[in-house]
């Protein structure tokens, strides 16, 4: 149904309006946005004429978006709040989303198919579908358009509404109503009559449709009755009852009773609004609030119908971006939301504050005193010889003093209501104002009651009067700002310089009344006081200009207080307290040069509420008194403010949602998906936003967050702060977990993100892994590596041992034998001579063996020019002495290149052995030997012009097969070619094995 507004958008028809001024009269141009209205654009001339509303100037605050605020347009043509609470603000340019604290905007470069949105609605799953006007329907899931889902269709739907028996109807262009199922749309008509609906209703099967043709038909589109074409366009249709509907039409509203005599039935009807100032206004949107309130968005303002009949019109002054009011809507919080074409305006209409402006409503001056009354009005002053009365929605009144001079405050003496001048004080009578002189007159300025007693001040003077004389204290040397009674005939006194006092009222010794002093300016952090108020239970609350509000809290039952100081470090907005009163539930209302704050007694503390923070009010109040039915009036600097206060102190935290995570790239996601998000090691930055939908003021809400897994895992303090970026996380797994600060002062439930940021791969277990057995692996192979290095070294050890037995100790045995032999010998003429001569030859060839081994164990000549200059050496020495001709040849080897000890011993024998057997066997009288690098390997070439030997016969010779044995050690090559024309051997060692 109609009335159940709350989960719809309340846009019927948004009207273009351009307006030409004529001579005479101002004609308006009526467009529709979609596409009925473009194809049937209807020139239509009327004149509105604009009567003097029977109500005061004053205004209420609202609070306005537009543009600057985040809006996607200002062109606002409805609104939409799905399940979660997000307001989604439909306008000409696209699509906005908003959480109280922020607007996220969809438009064509985020995927709308079409800018210009007409309608939308959520479906079960979550999904949200967007009406556009060029016949597409958008999904919007997860917070992002999915355009794998869209649907287009040949019309345009204008309009998707969920009936009470949950089917949603779709109203299009040239088509009449459809059924959506979320799929496709399915036609109810069962005719070929069509034509454009922008809006549809259903009420006991009868389909009551706006459009170009309105009116009243069956589901098969046959029409029952059909209104005037004179009221196009109509905007759409509000059931506000069983009996009634509400029709918005071009020329003002309609109603249409669905009881009474069958011809009247359906049938359009005048409405009791007819005649009022804005009864012919063009209608653009119509919608019942919760608390029965009928709501018209018109060309003109904003037009509220209480339950009670009265109504009321807001417009620009009340805070409207603009007063052609497109569209109006109400959450679920009560809030109400009003469409302009010049942006959008929230109306909290259970903490409404009404404003009395100097310049529209009250007399040009300050504000100096006020009395609220059980009526709802207020009397004022403001230091003129008049009393007004103030009430909303009424002109001010005003009550003349006459002669009586300049009113300064009010004073209630039992049931009579004083007013207080210079000449005495005046009682407010239903007839008018008249003297009071039950007690005498003195020269006053602030005046307090206290039983039958009257205390006033004037300056740094005290006047204690009753109707039986009074006498005056001149003994104070200050100002004196607030008198306020305590028990047992006792005042306390708040001065401008010199701070708080007692004053006790006690008889002398002839029995005279006068003044005792205390000083209580020891409880006090300063002497520079601006208000004073004693509540209920007795305590004493001390405004101060620089240093907050002071509790005095009674210590038992002796004469001492225990203090409590209220400021900016408990919540406060300012340190500058004005007025403090308070209400019948023991709050405290305090008034600051910033606004309004609150604090509310929970055991035996009290709770700070910044009421001002909450509702967007910010002015300094110069005094503040509580109302009856939880209403307060302010005096400020610009006027009086009325302020409803509904209990928002009492509202239990929201929700929290995890709105978005940026990373690198941004993702969005669903909070409900609580799975963790994986992140690089190099992605170690993370920003996350998040909100409560709490449109009550999001920018004020505090939130509270931690990150565990970090080291800092506690609570942050609560701050109105909507996100939170965390950099250079380590490695590790996250939860992000962030709880709102209620109104009421308590945490809500925690929601929670889980992200993990994957170590290096260095630091991975299967890189770990892999390293721990490389390393293995390398210690393994250095292992072995050593192990072999100690073999070869032992070889080496034991070659240079069999060496030096199998070189030196032969050579030493025999020069032992010879030298024997000589001793037996010694007597014979020749035998000695040729002994000494043997024992020196084996002493030589000794001397040259242990050369050639020290020389193959030297790491100084490991080089190739050090091992050919040798082989050099060994060649001459040996073909010298036996007349040989030989040449020595080195191709294509780096005389640098470094030669392994065992290679360069071995090649050297091998070259030793090879010139030993031409020696010994060869007969041969020339000798070519040529040292070369073939690739990998190092090579050796020996020629001799010898006699040769068979090579296919077998040889009992040791050399050659010492040869091959070596040869065959280090895999390397030889090839032995001989004839009788001489012998060539071609040895090769690879120098990659190299050692």
């Not at 340019?93 to 438009?107: I, K, M």
């Not at 409404?352 to 300050?366: K, M, Q, R, V, Y």
Request: aromatic residues 12%.
């Amino acid at each position: 149904m109609r009335n159940k507004r709350k989960s719809k958008s309340n846009r019927k028809i948004n009207l273009l309006i351009a307006n030409c001024t004529l001579p005479s009269r101002i004609i308006y141009c009526v467009m529709a946005g979609s596409s009925l209205r473009s194809n049937c654009l209807l020139p239509i001339a009327y004149c509105l004429l604009f009567f003097v509303f029977p109500a005061s100037a004053q205004h209420t605050i609202m609070r306005s978006f537009n543009i600057n605020d985040g809006l996607v347009s200002n062109q606002v043509r409805g609104f939409y709040q799905d399940k979660k609470g997000f307001l989604w603000i439909m306008t000409w340019e696209g699509l906005s989303r908003y959480d109280g604290y922020a607007f996220r905007n969809y438009t064509l470069a985020e995927g709308l198919a079409h800018p210009l949105i007409n309608d939308m609605i959520e479906g079960k799953d979550g999904r949200i579908f967007i009406a556009e006007n060029d016949g597409s329907v958008d999904v919007i899931l997860k917070g992002e358009i999915q355009p794998s889902l869209r649907k287009k269709y040949s019309k345009s739907i204008n309009r998707l509404s969920r009936q009470t028996d949950g089917r949603i109807l779709a109203s299009l262009d040239h088509s009449g109503v459809f059924l959506f199922t979320e799929d496709t749309v399915i036609t109810l008509n069962k005719t070929q009559e069509f034509f454009s609906v922008t809006d549809v209703l259903v009420d006991n099967n009868y389909y009551f449709v706006c459009g170009d043709k309105s009116g009243v038909m069956h589901e098969d589109h046959t029409f029952v009755s059909v209104w005037p074409d004179s009221l196009f366009p109509y905007s759409g249709i509000l059931k506000e009852n069983q009996d009634r509907m509400w029709v918005g039409t071009y020329k003002g509203l309609r109603w249409v009773y669905l009881t009474g005599a069958a011809d009247k039935i359906n049938k359009l009807s005048l409405t009791a609004y007819d005649r009022a100032p804005w009864g012919r206004w063009i209608i653009n949107d119509i919608m019942q609030s919760s608390e029965g309130s009928i709501w018209i968005a018109a060309l003109g303002g904003l037009i509220q119908i209480r339950p009670d009949q009265s109504w009321r019109v807001y417009n620009r002054k009340d805070g409207l971006p603009n007063d052609n009011i497109t569209s109006v809507f109400e959450d679920r919080d009560g809030f109400i939301w009003i469409g302009t074409d010049q942006g959008m305006a929230q109306l909290d209409i259970k903490n409404a504050i009404d404003i009395f402006t100097i310049s529209e409503d009250l007399p040009n001056t300050i504000v100096i005193d006020l009395l609220p009354r059980q009526d709802g009005s207020a009397y004022l002053v403001s230091n003129l010889p008049v009393v007004n009365k103030i009430k909303v929605g009424q002109p001010i009144k005003s009550i003349p003093m006459g002669n009586f001079g300049d009113a300064y405050s009010f004073l209630k003496a039992g049931t009579d209501t004083l007013v207080c001048t210079m000449n005495g004080y005046y009682k407010i009578t239903g007839q008018g104002i008249r003297i009071w002189d039950e007690i005498p007159y003195s020269r006053l300025v602030i005046s307090v009651m206290m039983d039958s007693t009257l205390i006033s001040a004037y300056g740094g003077e005290i006047t204690v009067a009753t109707s039986k004389g009074s006498f005056t204290d001149t003994t104070f040397h200050d100002q004196v700002y607030v008198l306020v009674p305590d028990d047992d005939e006792k005042i306390w006194v708040a001065s401008l310089n010199k701070g708080l006092f007692r004053v006790n009222l006690i008889k002398d010794a002839v029995g005279n009344k006068k003044l005792e002093w205390e000083d209580f300016n020891t409880y006090i952090p300063e002497k520079t006081l601006r208000s004073l108020h004693r509540d209920r239970k007795g305590n004493i609350w001390v405004g101060t200009r620089y240093s907050g509000l002071v509790e005095l809290t009674k210590n038992g039952t002796n004469d001492t207080y225990v203090t409590h100081r209220f400021g900016r470090k408990e919540g406060f907005m300012s340190d500058f307290i004005k007025s403090i009163d308070s209400d019948e539930d023991g709050n405290i209302w305090v008034g600051t040069n910033a606004g309004i704050e609150k604090l509310i007694p929970v055991d035996d503390h009290y709770r700070v509420f910044s009421f001002s923070r909450v509702h967007n009010f910010f002015a300094a109040v110069q005094q503040i008194v509580v109302g009856p039915d939880h209403t307060l009036w302010c005096a400020t600097t610009s006027g009086v403010d009325k302020v409803r206060d509904s209990g928002y102190d009492t509202i239990a935290p929201p929700e929290v949602y995890i709105s978005s995570v940026t990373t690198a790239k941004k993702i969005l996601e669903d909070p409900t998906e609580l799975l963790p998000f994986k992140l690089n090691y190099n992605q170690n930055y993370i920003d996350i936003e998040f909100s409560s939908n709490d449109f009550i003021n999001g920018k004020q809400i505090e939130y509270s967050y931690r990150l565990t897994g970090s080291q800092d895992t506690s609570w942050s303090n609560p701050f109105p702060v909507h996100n939170v970026s965390y950099a250079n996380l380590l490695p590790g797994v996250y939860r992000f977990e962030v709880k709102v600060k209620g109104w009421n002062g308590e945490f809500g439930k925690a929601t929670f993100y889980k992200f993990m940021i994957r170590p290096p791969f260095w630091r991975q277990a299967w890189f770990v892994i892999l390293f721990i057995a490389a390393v293995l692996a390398l210690v393994y192979s250095l292992y072995r590596y050593r192990i072999k290095q100690l073999q070869r070294i032992q070889d080496v050890r034991n070659r240079i041992a069999s060496d030096l037995h199998d070189e030196i100790g032969s050579s030493l045995t025999h020069v032992n034998i010879l030298s024997e032999i000589g001793r037996k010998t010694f007597d014979k003429d020749d035998q000695p001579q040729q002994l000494f001569k043997r024992i020196g030859e084996e002493v030589q060839s000794s001397a040259e063996a242990l050369d050639d081994i020290i020389w193959s164990v030297s790491s100084r000549v490991d080089t190739a020019e050090d091992l050919i200059s040798r082989m050099r050496r060994y060649a001459s020495e040996l073909f010298d002495a036996k007349g040989i001709t030989f040449a020595l040849h080195v191709e294509q080897l780096d005389e640098n290149q470094s030669i392994g000890l065992e290679l360069r011993r071995d090649f050297y024998l091998i070259y030793k052995e090879l010139l030993r057997n031409i020696i010994r066997h060869a007969e041969a009288t020339k000798v070519s030997i040529r040292i070369l690098r073939e690739d990998q390997f190092l090579s050796m070439v020996v020629n001799d012009n010898g006699h040769g030997f068979d090579t296919g016969v077998a040889t009992e010779r040791h050399g050659l097969k010492s040869i091959k044995g070596r040869v065959s050690k280090w895999k390397g090559q030889i090839s032995v070619d001989s004839s009788d024309q001489g012998t060539t051997i071609k040895i090769g060692l690879p120098l990659k094995k190299n050692i």
